[in-house]
C-alpha cells in the first residue's frame, strides 16, 4: 500500500508557524514532493519571498535566498543565470507576486527564465493582518477595504495565471486548488509537471495556488476551505492555461577570445 | 503621583482591553497616561501584554523595565516575567491558573487571587480581565472605580454596553478581594 | 478642558492629515504603520477623498507626486524598508520642489531586519536619501500629542517651503497610545500654489513641474536656490525641547522615543541630586545646532543616546561647543528589547 503522508525528503521535519486551516504548508508540502520525485533537492536553490512564507528555509531542506518585496523573480533571474544547472524556484505571495512584483514577475516570465514560480494566492496580505491585495474579491471585506472592494475604484482581482499565459516566455501556467482530495492529486501532477519542465530546460513554468488565510479572512478553517471550493474557483479557475513546450534559442557559441591588445574600443564608450 | 503597571498573560484573557480601561479611567480624571502594547516578536507563542504608565504630570517613559506592579493572568507570564517586578513591588496573581509555590522573590507584596473563579461565578470567565483591573485600581489607588465605569463605556463598543453592569460587579469583585 | 480622546500614535498621524486638509493618501501595507492607512481607508471616503492602496512604495510615492502637482494636500506613510523604495520619488519631488507628506514609522534593519522599534534611519531621512544632494524637513515626534500636531505642522512646512517632509517616528511612538487633544487646524498664511497644474486655459501660462534642467547653468542655479531654501530652513524652523538644562552638568540628548524613555531616566537621576537635563531635537532636519551650541557654553557634556549604532551624534559633535565633551550611547534594537530608564540612569551615571 502507497503511504499517502510519508514527509518528503526535501522537507524539514518541524512543526510550521502558518495558522491552524492555513494552506501554506500543505503547498509546501506538494513543491516538495515535486523536488523528490525529480531528486533535484541538492541543486535545488529556492527563493524565499516576503509573506508568510518568508521562513522558507525553515521548511525546505534546500539552500534558499531572501528576496525583497516582490523581487524574487529578478533575484531568481540572477540565480538561475549564474548558476545554470541549478533547479530554481521562487514561492511568492499574491500581494509580493502581483503587486509590489508585478514587473519582475512579468519580465521574468516574458524573458523566458528557466525557473519555477509557486504563486499562492490567498486574497489577502497575510502576514501584515490582511489588507487588500490585487486579488481580493471584489466585495470582500480587509482591513484596507473596510466597505469592500469596489471594483470601480480598486479594479477587479488579477487572474495571473491567465495573463502570464500570453507572455510569449512562458512555457506553463497553471492554476490549482488544495481544497478537496480530488483537486490536492490535480495540483501534485501540476507541480510535477511544472517542475519537468524545468528539469527539461524547457522554460518559465508558473503555478497559482488557490490557498487559504482563516485568520485575515476571519473564518475557521472549514468555512475558509467552503470558500476556496465557492466563490474563489468560480472566479479563478482550475486547469491549464498553458502548456507548450518552448522552442528556446541555443546560446550562441563563445566568441573567439581576443588578446588584450586587440581590444580597440572600451565597451562602455557606446554608452555614453 | 506616578504609578506604571505591567500586564501580561496570553491573548483572548483581554489584557489589552484591561490596560486600556485602566488608562482610559485614568484620561477621565484628568490624568495622563502612555498605553503601550507589545506587539511583534514579543508576542510570539500567544502571548498578550502591555505597560501602563499614570501621571499626574508629564509620563516620561512608556517603557519600563521594572514595573513596581505587574499582573500574572497565567503560569507562562510569570515563568517569564517574573523577575521584572521591581524589588519591594507588588504582584498581582490569577491563582486560578498561576502556581507561584516555586517562585522565589520575597521581597514583594504578593497578592492571589482566583480570578477565572471569580468571574465564573459572577457568569463569564471572560471576564477575568476586570477582576484583574479592579483589583489593581484597589490596590494602587490609581484609577476610582467610579472612572473604571465610566471608561468602560467608552472603550466597550455600543453594542456591548449591556454588559456594562456584569463587568463593573467583576471590578468591585476584584476590588474587593483585594481588601478583602 | 478641551477633549481629550485616548488613541493611539498613528491614528492620531491619520487624524492630523484629515483636519489637515489631506484628502489623497496612496500607500502600501507594511508594518508597523497599517494602522495610518486602515484609519484612512475607513475614513476619506467618507469626506469625497481618495485612498489608494498603491501595488508597491515605488507606486505610491509617485502617486503623491503627481497628486502634489495638482495642488491639492496628499501623504503617504510607509515603514523603513518602503521608505528605501521611496527615495526615488522622494528625490524627485524635491527636485520638483513639490510638497508632501511622508510618514516613516522605522523599524530594524537592514534589509528585511525585523519589526522592532529603530531609529536606524536617521541618516536616510536627515542626509539626503536619494540621489541629487537635496534636503527634506524632517520632524521627530516623541508621544502622540506630537504625532498630531507635527504631522499637522509637516502639511504647513510642505507648503511653505515647497518640499516633501517627513514625520520620523517608531513603533513605540506609533503603537503607544495616549490622551490627544485634537487641535484645530491652526490658521497659517500660505504662499500661493501658482505652480501647480491644471489644463492651460487659453491666454493663461503653461506650467511645468519637472526636476530636468538642460539649459545652460539652469540646474546649477536650481541647486543654488533649493539649497538657499535649506539655508532659510536652518535658520526659521528648527525647533527642540530643552528639560532641566539650566543647572546640568551633563545633558541627554536623543530624539523621539527614546528622549522619552530618557526623561524617566534623568528624573531618577535629580533624585539623586544629579543634575542632568535633556535637549530633544524636534526637527532633525533643518538640525537645531544653535540650541547645542547654547547650552554647551555652560554645560560641557553631553551625552547621545540612539536606538542604533550612531548617527545623530555625528550631528552633534559638530554642533557643541568646541570645548564640550560628547559621549555616545547606543545599540541597535534586538527581539523586543527597547532601553529602558534603568538602563540608561546607569549611563548617566557613568558620565555624569
Ligand atoms: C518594501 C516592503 N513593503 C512592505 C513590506 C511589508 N510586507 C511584508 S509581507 C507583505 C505582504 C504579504 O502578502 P502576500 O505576498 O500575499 O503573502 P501572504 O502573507 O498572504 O502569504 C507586506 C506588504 C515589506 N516587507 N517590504
Ligand atoms: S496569516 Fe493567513 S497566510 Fe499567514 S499563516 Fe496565517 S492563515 Fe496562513
Ligand atoms: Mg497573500
Not at chain 1, 503547498?27 to 519571498?49: N, P, Q, Y
Request: with cysteine; hydrophobic share 40%; glycine share 10%.
Amino acid at each position: 500500500m502507497q503511504q499517502v503522508f510519508q514527509r518528503p525528503v526535501s522537507l524539514k521535519d518541524v512543526p510550521t508557524h502558518f495558522c491552524p486551516g492555513c494552506q501554506h504548508g500543505t503547498i509546501h508540502r506538494l513543491v516538495a514532493e515535486a523536488m523528490d520525485e525529480f531528486g533535484v533537492r541538492e541543486r535545488t536553490i529556492g527563493v524565499a519571498s516576503v509573506g508568510c512564507s518568508v521562513f522558507l528555509y525553515g521548511y525546505f531542506d534546500v539552500d534558499v535566498v531572501e528576496a525583497p518585496h516582490g523581487r524574487a523573480p529578478a533575484v531568481a533571474t540572477g540565480v538561475k543565470r549564474a548558476r545554470p544547472d541549478s533547479f530554481v524556484f521562487t514561492y511568492q505571495g499574491d500581494g509580493d507576486l502581483a503587486a509590489i512584483g508585478t514587473a519582475e514577475i512579468i519580465h521574468a516570465a516574458n524573458r523566458g527564465e528557466d525557473i519555477t514560480v509557486i504563486f499562492v494566492n490567498n486574497t489577502t496580505y497575510g502576514m501584515t493582518g490582511g489588507q487588500m491585495a490585487p486579488t481580493t474579491m471584489v466585495g470582500q471585506k480587509t482591513s484596507t477595504s473596510p466597505y469592500g472592494r469596489d471594483h470601480a475604484k480598486d479594479g477587479s482581482p488579477i487572474r495571473m495565471a491567465e495573463l502570464l499565459a500570453q507572455l510569449g516566455g512562458v512555457a506553463f501556467s497553471a492554476r490549482v486548488a488544495v481544497n478537496t482530495p480530488k483537486n490536492l492529486m490535480d495540483a501534485r501532477k501540476q507541480i510535477k509537471k511544472a517542475f519537468r519542465y524545468q528539469v527539461e530546460g524547457k522554460g518559465f513554468s508558473f503555478i497559482e495556488a488557490l490557498s487559504t488565510c482563516p485568520t485575515a479572512w476571519g473564518v475557521t478553517p472549514i468555512q475558509a476551505n467552503e470558500r476556496i471550493g465557492g466563490e474563489m474557483i468560480d472566479y479563478f479557475p482550475l486547469g491549464q492555461f498553458k502548456d507548450t513546450a518552448q522552442w528556446k534559442p541555443q546560446p550562441p557559441p563563445p566568441a573567439p577570445v581576443e588578446q588584450p591588445g586587440a581590444l580597440s574600443f572600451p565597451e562602455f564608450m557606446n554608452e555614453i | 503621583m506616578r504609578y506604571d503597571l505591567f500586564i501580561t498573560g496570553f491573548g483572548g484573557q483581554g489584557v489589552l482591553l484591561a490596560g486600556n480601561l485602566l488608562s482610559y479611567a485614568a484620561i477621565i480624571e484628568g490624568k495622563n497616561v502612555s498605553f503601550l502594547p507589545a506587539y511583534g516578536v514579543e508576542k510570539r507563542g500567544g502571548a498578550a501584554m502591555c505597560t501602563v504608565v499614570i501621571a499626574d504630570g508629564e509620563v516620561g517613559s512608556p517603557v519600563i523595565g521594572r514595573p513596581s506592579t505587574c499582573v500574572y493572568l497565567n503560569q507562562t507570564s510569570l515563568d517569564r516575567y517574573g523577575a521584572k517586578v521591581k524589588d519591594g513591588g507588588v504582584a498581582i496573581i490569577n491563582s486560578s491558573l498561576v502556581d507561584d509555590s516555586g517562585w522565589s522573590r520575597d521581597d514583594l507584596d504578593v497578592i492571589r487571587i482566583p480570578m477565572n473563579r471569580i468571574a465564573m461565578d459572577l457568569g463569564d470567565a471572560r471576564m477575568v480581565n476586570m477582576v484583574a483591573a479592579g483589583a489593581y485600581a484597589a490596590k494602587s489607588g490609581s484609577v476610582a472605580l467610579e472612572s473604571l465605569e465610566q471608561a468602560l463605556k467608552s472603550v466597550l463598543p455600543e453594542r456591548n454596553h449591556r454588559f456594562i453592569p456584569a463587568n463593573m460587579q467583576a471590578i468591585r469583585a476584584g476590588a474587593g478581594a483585594v481588601q478583602g | 478642558m478641551s477633549q481629550r480622546l485616548f488613541v493611539k500614535g498613528n491614528e492620531a498621524v491619520a487624524m492630523a492629515a484629515i483636519e489637515a486638509g489631506c484628502r489623497y493618501y496612496f500607500g502600501y501595507p507594511i508594518t508597523p504603520q497599517s494602522d495610518i492607512p486602515e484609519y484612512l481607508s475607513r475614513e476619506l471616503p467618507k469626506l469625497n477623498g481618495e485612498f489608494i492602496q498603491a501595488e508597491s512604495e515605488v507606486g505610491a510615492i509617485n502617486m503623491l507626486l503627481g497628486a502634489s502637482a495638482t495642488g491639492v494636500r496628499a501623504m503617504t506613510s510607509s515603514s523603513s524598508p518602503g521608505i528605501s523604495l521611496k527615495q526615488e520619488g522622494i528625490s524627485y519631488m524635491a527636485g520638483s520642489e513639490l510638497p508632501g507628506v511622508i510618514v516613516n514609522i522605522s523599524r530594524s534593519g537592514p534589509g528585511l531586519g525585523g519589526i522592532d522599534a529603530s531609529q536606524a534611519d536617521y541618516w536616510q531621512s536627515v542626509k539626503g536619501g536619494g540621489h541629487g544632494g537635496y534636503h527634506i524637513i524632517v520632524l521627530a515626534p516623541a508621544s502622540v500629542q506630537e504625532m498630531y500636531d507635527l504631522t499637522m505642522l509637516a502639511f504647513d512646512l510642505a507648503d511653505i517651503y515647497r518640499t516633501p517632509v517627513m514625520v520620523l517616528a517608531d513603533s513605540v511612538v506609533g503603537q503607544m497610545k495616549e490622551a490627544l487633544v485634537p487641535n484645530p487646524r491652526p490658521e497659517t498664511t500660505l504662499p500661493e500654489k501658482d505652480w501647480v497644474v491644471r489644463g492651460r486655459k487659453e491666454g493663461t501660462e503653461q506650467k511645468i513641474v519637472k526636476s530636468l534642467f538642460l539649459g545652460d547653468g539652469e540646474l546649477e542655479a536650481h541647486n543654488w536656490k533649493l539649497h538657499g531654501k535649506y539655508d532659510v530652513m536652518r535658520e526659521k524652523e528648527c525647533r527642540q525641547e530643552l528639560f532641566m538644562t539650566e543647572d546640568a552638568q551633563l545633558i541627554v540628548t536623543a530624539f523621539g522615543s527614546v528622549a522619552r524613555i530618557a526623561k524617566t531616566a534623568i528624573l531618577t537621576a535629580r533624585e539623586a541630586g544629579m543634575k542632568v537635563g535633556l535637549l530633544r531635537p524636534i526637527t532633525l532636519f533643518p538640525f537645531p545646532t544653535q540650541a547645542y551650541r547654547d547650552v554647551t557654553g555652560q554645560c560641557k557634556k553631553i551625552l547621545d543616546i540612539e536606538l542604533n549604532n550612531g548617527q545623530m551624534v555625528e550631528d552633534v559633535r559638530l554642533s557643541v561647543a568646541r570645548d564640550a565633551e560628547v559621549h555616545f550611547y547606543g545599540r541597535p534594537p534586538g527581539a523586543g528589547s527597547l532601553p529602558v530608564p534603568e538602563e540608561l540612569f546607569e549611563q548617566i551615571k557613568k558620565y555624569y
